[in-house]
């Protein structure tokens, strides 16, 4: 009876161990990574804005997509479309991103804003001699800049886009390279394909110097909400409201083409080659955020 009631115990004994050996493996194995046990999860609010390379320049240089939040409202900042000729455009776009580094709360829950800080770095590299986020510090104060303008086949960017789009076209009085095709140059290609694959609600081009916020349009007239985003931008930034570039003759430019596809955008030129207007375009930009968090019903 002793003998009996022991062998029962080891019985009972054995069974305990292998359910909690069950439970181990229940608990630890299978397919559940230890990590998921184990590490704490990760808080996401500062890892900053994702990256991406949407292209190449002719000279083989990263065009680069920073885009901050996320959600179904996107709009588009650019950079640089005439390179070192007009850098100021270029150093506005860094210091937009520096700033919402800092300031992730201007950017509206179900906002993804991506800054192309600099559409044409071959440009900015011929006349700055630097890739990447460069410093004022880095600029010459003297020299000649207009070659930065064009990319590394001597083409004019903003000539080169679906809009009207012929061979040559013109800038100021000189005949300028428009490519060979409409999105013939690896820049511009890498734009529009940023764009197809984005859903971009709003697009805003930095260029200097004319001093003004321009509409934009190609066959079909301005979109409402290209006239109502250049007039919220140009009230908050205290730039002239312009519908139409009329000085001279333009064809192929990013903005007709968006205009053509149906997405607004807006052409913002500051009135200097050489200062980024920070305040005047910062009100700007908030403006302009603010107009499609009410247009959305999103609460700012
Ligand atoms: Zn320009």
């Given at each position: 009876?002793?003998?009996?009631?022991?062998?029962?115990?080891?019985a009972?004994?054995i069974i305990?161990?292998?359910?909690?050996?069950?439970v181990?493996?229940g608990l630890y194995?299978?397919?559940?990574?230890?990590?998921?046990?184990?590490?704490?999860p990760?808080?996401?609010?500062?890892l900053g804005?994702?990256?991406e390379?949407?292209g190449y320049?002719?000279?083989?240089?990263?065009?680069?997509?920073?885009t901050?939040?996320?959600?179904?409202t996107?709009?588009?900042?650019v950079?640089?479309m005439h390179?070192?000729?007009?850098?100021?455009?270029?150093?506005?776009?860094?210091a937009?991103?520096?700033?919402?580094?800092?300031?992730?709360?201007?950017?509206?829950?179900?906002?993804?804003?991506?800054?192309?800080?600099?559409?044409n770095?071959?440009g900015?590299?011929k006349?700055?001699?630097?890739?990447?986020?460069f410093?004022?510090?880095d600029?010459?104060?003297?020299g000649?800049?207009?070659?930065?303008?064009?990319?590394?086949?001597?083409?004019?960017?903003?000539?080169?886009f679906?809009?009207?789009?012929?061979?040559?076209?013109t800038?100021?009085?000189?005949?300028?390279?428009a490519?060979?095709?409409?999105?013939?140059?690896p820049?511009?290609?890498?734009?529009?394909?940023?764009v197809?694959?984005?859903?971009?609600q709003?697009?805003v081009f930095w260029?200097?110097?004319?001093?003004?916020?321009?509409?934009s349009?190609?066959?079909?007239?301005i979109?409402?909400?290209t006239?109502?985003?250049?007039n919220?931008?140009?009230?908050?930034a205290?730039?002239?409201?312009?519908?139409?570039?009329?000085?001279y003759?333009?064809?192929?430019d990013?903005e007709?083409?968006?205009?053509s596809i149906?997405?607004?955008?807006?052409?913002?030129?500051?009135s200097?080659?050489d200062t980024?207007e920070?305040?005047?375009?910062?009100?700007?930009?908030?403006?302009?955020?603010?107009?499609y968090?009410?247009?959305?019903?999103?609460?700012?």
């Amino acid at each position: 009876m002793r003998f009996i009631l022991t062998k029962r115990i080891v019985a009972v004994i054995i069974i305990v161990i292998a359910f909690g050996v069950l439970v181990f493996i229940g608990l630890y194995g299978g397919n559940k990574p230890l990590e998921s046990i184990v590490t704490p999860p990760i808080a996401t609010t500062d890892l900053g804005p994702k990256h991406e390379v949407i292209g190449y320049s002719v000279d083989g240089r990263a065009i680069e997509v920073f885009t901050y939040g996320g959600g179904n409202t996107h709009l588009l900042f650019v950079g640089g479309m005439h390179g070192g000729y007009e850098w100021n455009s270029v150093l506005l776009a860094y210091a937009f991103m520096d700033y919402l580094d800092i300031h992730p709360e201007a950017i509206p829950d179900g906002f993804g804003i991506s800054v192309i800080p600099s559409i044409n770095p071959d440009g900015v590299y011929k006349v700055i001699g630097k890739e990447g986020h460069f410093d004022i510090a880095d600029v010459s104060t003297s020299g000649n800049f207009s070659p930065g303008r064009f990319n590394a086949h001597n083409v004019d960017l903003n000539r080169n886009f679906d809009c009207k789009w012929k061979s040559k076209s013109t800038w100021r009085g000189n005949v300028v390279s428009a490519g060979t095709a409409p999105f013939s140059e690896p820049e511009t290609a890498a734009l529009r394909d940023f764009v197809k694959n984005t859903d971009q609600q709003g697009v805003v081009f930095w260029h200097s110097q004319s001093n003004a916020v321009y509409a934009s349009e190609c066959e079909n007239g301005i979109l409402p909400v290209t006239r109502d985003i250049m007039n919220v931008y140009a009230k908050a930034a205290g730039y002239p409201a312009v519908d139409v570039f009329d000085a001279y003759e333009i064809t192929g430019d990013s903005e007709g083409w968006l205009a053509s596809i149906g997405i607004p955008a807006i052409t913002v030129e500051l009135s200097t080659h050489d200062t980024i207007e920070w305040s005047k375009n910062l009100a700007g930009v908030k403006a302009l955020i603010g107009y499609y968090a009410q247009k959305n019903g999103v609460n700012k």
